[in-house]
């Protein structure tokens, strides 16, 4: 299955890539950096704790992962042919 | 131990196929495995790749024909400094000057997804076996040497050496524990809008130009500077690309909220630059909006510079390696140059059955002392750039713009990029001759191939005949500069030390003497002009007319390379 986003045009999500961003609640200290960096809003604060949201429109650019000060995500990629893809890079 | 394989490259982006494809060139088993369904489809920003990265990089490239979608001629810097009352600092004295111009470019733009899934066509053609929609997740690893990978699927796959070229995350070289996490005042974010323009309109309006803007920080009209990087807008063959990229962190200071920045950025430019505003905003349509974490500023970090790049049975390059352009923010000719080399040192390592990090340490060396990349990952000219915009110093601002983006830019690459030219004309005389032909080539494919969405293929217009008057008289003119390089390399033999000193005090010459010539440049420039412009049309003509065999470049072994 191939997904879209009316926000996000010219790109294509290939379902199957899993939970490929994983937050670590007990590292997590709710500073909301992640929320800030990622365009995508895949991220939310409840409860002072980042929380995934949806990786739906997620391009793995890695910022959240990057940003991170706790390192409290874990970031790796996806299974081989799923997640993002676009031909105007 | 039988391994499967002698090589596997990780990633085909714009470094791993190339060393993929030197590998099997040289009949080593080669495996070349990436991640995306289809090669390209990852890759995020379109971009310019520009001329030293063609004139050195690996020979199929130089005489081949990839990909473009528009030469470029150089850079337009608009410096805002108040967007509202439109007082606008336009510095375009980079720029190759006009006979050449726009044949001798300064530049090629393209997509990436062509360009890439090029350069993997060329791997798998020297007969390197390219495997898609393949993760590698972690190594076999003994003693602490790479043996091999291990895939999303849970396959084990031997290799003697592994060329690592995952990009700049680096997740794999990490877990390997070659290389640390970058830290996020390093990485710079880039937003890519890219419109439909029809092309007579970007003809008119961009020319061959890419436009860079500038800008104080509470104009929030482009990303700050210096440490982030500003706003890139680029054309194509018929669209353009809009790119506006800033560092997730700055100094130390809060996280910004990036999402609403770039928000504010792009509403500001797009309504109120004048240029965009009055002359591309009425003429574009959005086709596609994406976005990438660059790796701009790890070059400049020298802790981070001095991280091994390789290890037992693995070699790191392109952007994994740190080898990010900060200078023009372009990692593809670092990602060649680094692919060629890492090629040659495996080739060598696998002959002679070492694969451990002493054989492999002299890659190295040789990215660390390779005159381009050197120059390209530690550009001061960013600190600079910074402390001008952070201290409101226009001044300064026009300054390092100048000597980053302008003219200027000469007086720190000229010396690494002559340390470059002379070791090349040394090993092969008809070097110039194939630049020359190079450009020619490029220009002639930007107006008669097209890159075909549909097919994936290069649509090749033009036809093979037999050669004219002219263009032998072309022909001819080569063969006479190839002599006079044999000739000129004899000479330089016995005043090698003094043009070696030449070229190494190119540099600070040019940073005292640059402001003197650059007005005398310009009024030969300006006086010269109707001559310039006749001839280049004439040169134009020439190119547009020319069967493509008279710029057709035939290796040592006697292949010619069509795209």
Redesign the interface.
Known sequence: MVKTSKKFPGVKWIEGTGEFIKIDIKKCTGCGSCTKVCLAECFQIVDKKAELMSLDECMECASCWYICPEDAIDFFWPPGGTGYKSNWG | MDREYDIIVIGAGFGGPVAAKLCADAGLKTLLLE????V???????LTIPFYGFLFAPSFIRDGNPPFERPSDGIDNYIITDLENEEIILDNSLKVPLPFSPIIAFGYNT???PFCQWLAHKAVDSGAELR????V?DFIEKDNEIQGVI???GEKIRGNIIINSEGS?G?LAIKAGIRE????ET?S?A??Y?YIMPKEDIDRIFGYSVKMCWGWDEQKAAPPLGYGNGLMVWPYRN?LHFMQDQC??LDNQK?????KL?DIYHKKITSKLPWWRDLVEPRIK????????FEIYVGLNRELRQLPLVKDGMILIGDVAGLESTELCDGVPAAWFSAEIAAEVAIKAIKAHNYSSQALKEYEFKIKSHPIIRWSISGRNRYNLRFAQKTHNLKKLKRYIHNGWGLGALTTFTSPFLKMVIPYLKKDPSILSKWIKMFFRYYQNWLYESYD?QRGTLAKSSQMKRLTKEERKFLRWMRFIDIGVVLMTRIGKKFKNIINSLSTSMNTFLKSFLPLIEPLYFFILRVSRPFAISYSQKLINFVKKANSATFTVINERGVKYYG
Do not use: H
Not at chain 2, 35 to 38: C, I, L, M, N, Y
Not at chain 2, 40 to 46: A, E
């Open positions: 991640r995306s369904k289809e390209g489809d990852k890759v995020i920003s379109g997509y990436c997804k898609t929609s393949t993760t997740v895939t999303d699927k995350q997740l996490k970058y830290p996020a990485i974010l937003d890519t890219d669209s997730l962190r996280v910004p909220n990036l999402r770039f959005l086709r596609a909006r994406m976005w990438e974490g969405y």
